[in-house]
């Protein structure tokens, strides 16, 4: 599966920006994605991640509140709503995606896309 993030881009503190992430080759609506984000100089960390149906989601503690993960399986595409964006929340942010449910989700995924940068000015 290729997974192609976009929607990134510079926002001032206390707005919002919202990912999307296409899944092309072979889909299947029975992919768990995610979202991991890099920040300069510091470790790739875990943003939050969705099960097949969409009816269950993991986030990060330092996100939760502020980020909401949602899919639309007839488009196989994956969004991430982020609002009341901090300075801290700048990194690059990946599309991920991986055949299996569950906590181990947040030490990462079979697969990976290319990252998409957000920048939030102070």
């Known amino acids: 599966v290729q997974l192609q993030a976009s929607g990134g881009g510079l926002v001032q503190a206390g707005g919002s920006l919202r990912l999307s992430c296409a899944a092309s080759?072979?889909?299947?609506?029975?992919?768990?994605m995610g979202w991991f984000r890099q920040a300069p100089g510091k470790e790739r960390e875990f943003v939050g991640a969705?099960?097949?149906?969409?009816?269950?989601?993991y986030y990060a503690d330092s996100v939760k509140g502020r980020f909401t993960i949602s899919r639309d399986n007839a488009k196989n595409t994956v969004y991430l709503q982020m609002d009341n964006l901090k300075p801290e929340d700048t990194a690059v942010y990946y599309c991920t995606a991986d055949t299996s449910w569950g906590p181990r989700v947040r030490s990462g995924m079979d697969y990976w896309g290319k990252g998409t940068l957000v920048t939030v000015s102070s």
């Open positions: 969705i099960n097949w149906s969409g009816g269950s989601t």
């Open positions: 080759g072979r889909t299947r609506s029975s992919y768990v």
